[in-house]
């Protein structure tokens, strides 16, 4: 009798071990079932039974060069304190409970901090202890698991794959015995007027079956691992009824062949199997040239102060950024690329790296790695490698800062899921039909069926639509960080703005000084000071202030997020901020900057907000939406928004980052769906809690892991445009849907009559995915043209 292992579910072959009343096959599968059950992660089986992987017997010091250093710091992404980042190529990656395993490796061993995996790409990202556990350990450890990695220089490069030559071969095989079929099928099509054609029929008969042997057998072999992973899975996936189409096909061809009933099908199921795989390289094709335009063209619309060697310093976009530039990088704001500390006391946040928010101090000469967020003074670096778009795009994609929701995708596997069943409910019925009124037709009514009605261009609507529409809104200032975001946008029906930076300019605004008269020493060494917020009104001060760009070292700097900073500048102590930071009463209907020296009032600085052009124009085209606008400043603009935004549902000021915080989840209490304009560092915790947080970008790094939308300022006033294509892309996914529901539906009613031949079916299959996806390109495109005529 046959005996399965519990884990890995491989015939037991060796040995036969039995524990805790369940058969494994070897030492590994049981060790590692012992493992999961310690941990309490049984249910790793009850996920998919059968779902684990067998440990290699390989041994244990083959990553023992890990360890080297030059190896380490190629292979990892990142290396600060006692934690490092490493991301390992694992083909063996094939299902569910593989993701929910590696995904939880941190309960069985406490040295890791978090994992990730990418299934599309086959990748695992690991964040250590590197002092606790060595990389070849950790490498070890997954081996044991079964989860092998693959490491090679092509891997250590972080080159991206490039499509399976395997898929190429298949192809290639497919093609050719195609070709040379349909040649040799010529004499069932001469009739019986040729007789040399007649008499060598059944030696052309046996050739086409040669032909098709490596087709059925080989080109078409990743159909029947997919299905045997769905169904040793308990999953009934798309590729089983294909599986039973060709096996159909190639059965009664064998059948016809050896009984000289007939010629059989071969011809039919080579061209099958050519244009199945051809919809399959197109496919592949179009999802790589997504995956290309999301981590390298839609570059971040931030930017980025840099600074010349005669200390000008001028803002250029981060895909702009090279190797030896020197760039500034000021409070609370995230270093966008590897560099060397020139200038400055570093003191690094790494939590949107590591999910560990403890600092880590720097050096003149340290490296400081993507992605650390600076905590206090105004930082100079030098770059030392290019920037990765796709890196960043990981780290702001990370399950930490994802907002929990599910969308269309969840809709299309439900879809697929049930519509497998139905084919094959369908074939059932009509092959009983057709058995009792013609047994020949039966094999091409099934064999149609099974091949024509696919889920795939269903399945392709929602991902290749979304995508088109996010690569169209990058190239235009509005970067999304998930297709799911999209979706988010479209349900909108409240929208919130931050005053400050978002609605107006802080390069337009008129700045009047209040108080006693400031020495050129003193002046300095606030345009100093200044140089170290991220804050608005602080950059529009220290463009404000017209002096020699000299900068003094900042020390102490402490800031107190709403209400100001301060900071020991050549032996005199600092205060940037509110009134009441500086100990004044505030005057109302004014917003203002208020200056202290050693704990002296000097005076305050005044500014007359001027909006953004076209803003009137904008709130009237959001009519359907509620607006509100939030403002850490007093009211002094009140009646100017309230003309401005006659249809306004609210206007708060003296808002603090938890106010805004508050504000925005007592509209969500009451079931809307908000979204929030702000300051991407300053408005973080309300953009974190919004439905949808914007951050707006004007000629600074505004980057920050709580956002789902990266905006260019200067596109504020185009708004409506976002959400309009945001709506009108789920418009063409329901259309998508339709078109898959029409083309099922007309294709099965065909089949099921006796009126569709199976290789017709297969060559209108990848056409349906084809269709899909030229329908969503073009649509896209129109939609995008619509309102951005010049730059989509």
């Given amino acids: 009798m046959r005996e399965n292992c519990f884990h890995c579910g491989q ?43 067998r440990p290699g017997d390989d041994s244990t010091g083959q990553f023992d060069y890990l360890d080297t250093p030059e190896i380490f710091e190629k292979i990892t992404d990142f290396s600060e304190g006692n934690t490092s980042l490493v991301t390992f190529k694992i083909p063996v990656i094939h299902c569910s409970s593989c993701i929910w395993l590696l995904e939880s490796l941190h309960t069985l061993n406490q040295n890791i901090k978090y994992s990730q995996v990418n299934f599309t790409r086959k990748t695992l990202q690991i964040s250590f202890n590197h002092n606790d556990l060595k990389l070849s350990e950790l490498a070890n450890f997954l081996t044991n698991l079964g989860y092998k990695p693959v490491i090679s220089l092509e891997t250590a490069d972080k080159n991206e794959d490039n499509l399976d030559k395997s898929l190429l071969i298949k192809f290639v095989v497919a093609a050719f015995a ?63 009824p294909i599986v039973l189409g060709i096996l159909v096909l190639f059965g009664r061809s064998v059948y016809e062949i050896f009984t000289n009933y007939g010629p059989g099908y071969f011809d039919t199921l080579c061209g099958l199997l050519f244009f199945m795989l051809l919809g399959k390289i197109f496919q592949k094709r179009t999802y790589s040239a997504l995956s290309y335009d999301r981590d390298y063209k839609s570059f971040y619309p931030i930017a980025v102060t840099k600074v010349d060697f005669e200390g000008e310093q001028n803002n250029i976009l981060l895909s702009e950024v090279k190797i030896g530039d020197r760039i500034l990088v000021r409070n609370q704001e995230i270093i966008p690329v590897d560099a ?57 994609n990370k399950e930490a800062f994802k907002k929990h929701e599910t969308g269309l995708d969840t809709l299309t596997n439900n879809i697929s899921k049930y519509f497998t069943f139905i084919i094959l409910g369908i074939a059932l019925v009509a092959g009983i039909y057709w058995a009792t009124i013609d047994l020949e037709k ?71 000084y209040d108080g006693t008269e400031i020495s050129e020493f003193d002046l300095l060494n606030i345009k100093s000071l200044l140089k170290n917020s991220n804050h608005p009104l602080s950059k529009s001060l220290y463009e404000f202030l017209e002096l020699r760009d000299e900068y003094f070292p900042v020390e102490n700097f402490q800031e107190i997020s709403g209400k100001g900073y301060e900071a020991n500048v050549r032996s005199n102590v600092y205060k940037i901020g509110s009134a009441k930071y500086n100990s004044q009463e505030p005057k109302n209907l004014e917003t203002a900057v208020y200056i202290s020296k050693n704990g002296e009032f000097l005076g305050k600085f005044i500014f007359k907000n001027e909006y953004r052009e076209n803003l009137k124009s904008l709130f009237q085209k959001l009519n359907l939406y509620k607006i509100f606008i939030l403002s850490g400043d007093n009211s002094s603009e009140e009646n100017h928004l309230k003309t401005l935004i006659p249809n306004n549902s609210g206007l708060a000021f003296n808002q603090n980052p938890e106010d805004k915080l508050n504000f925005i989840k007592n509209l969500q209490d009451k079931n809307l769906k908000v979204a929030m304009l702000g300051d991407g560092l300053n408005d973080a915790g309300a953009l974190k809690q919004s439905n949808v947080g914007i951050a707006i970008s004007d000629d600074s790094n505004s980057f920050t892991p709580s956002s789902d939308v990266i905006m260019n300022g200067d596109k504020v006033v185009d708004l409506d445009k976002y959400l309009h294509v945001a ?21 099965l009613s065909y089949a099921v009559t006796g009126h569709m031949h199976p290789l017709f079916a297969a060559i209108l299959m990848p056409i349906s995915s084809i269709t899909v996806v030229t329908f969503t390109t073009i649509s896209t495109w129109i939609l995008g043209s619509k309102y951005f005529i010049k730059k989509s």
């Avoid at 007789?195 to 078409?220: C, D, E, N, T």
């Avoid at 670096?381 to 290019?386: A, G, Q, S």
């Avoid at 892309?729 to 539906?745: A, D």
Wanted: with cysteine; charged share 20%.
């Fill in 11 to 53: 015939e037991i072959e060796k040995e036969r071990i039995v524990f805790d009343e369940k058969l494994f096959c070897c030492t590994g599968c049981k060790s590692v079932y012992e493992i999961l059950n310690l941990n309490d992660l049984g249910n790793f089986y009850e996920l998919n039974k059968r779902a684990g992987i």
């Fill in 340 to 396: 060397i500390l020139i200038n400055g006391e570093g003191n690094i946040d790494n939590s949107f790296i590591t999910g560990e928010s403890a600092t880590i101090s720097k050096q003149a000469g340290d490296k400081i790695f993507a992605g650390g967020k600076q905590i206090g003074s105004v930082l100079e670096l030098e770059v030392i490698k290019n920037v990765d778009q796709s890196y960043l795009t990981q780290l702001w």
């Fill in 727 to 747: 709506k009108g892309s789920i418009t063409i996914v329901k259309m998508t849907f339709i078109i898959s529901f029409l083309y099922n539906i007309v294709g």
């Fill in 442 to 512: 039966m094999f091409q009514v099934i064999s149609a069926i099974l091949i024509i009605a696919c889920p795939c261009a269903l399945a392709l609507s929602a991902p290749f639509t979304f995508g088109h529409i996010m690569r169209i809104l990058g190239r235009n200032k509005f970067y999304v960080k998930d297709t799911l975001t999209i979706e988010k946008i479209a349900k909108l029906d409240t929208i919130v703005f931050d005053k400050t930076g978002t609605i107006t300019q802080r390069k337009k605004s008129n700045i009047k």
């Fill in 178 to 240: 195609f070709g040379n079929g349909m040649f040799l099928s010529l004499p069932e099509y001469m009739g019986e007027e040729d007789f040399w054609m007649q008499h060598y029929k059944g030696l052309f008969r046996i050739l086409m079956m040669i032909l098709a042997i490596p087709v059925v057998f080989y080109s078409a072999s990743d159909y029947y691992k997919s299905a045997w992973y769905g169904l040793k899975n308990k999953i009934v996936n798309i590729d089983v």
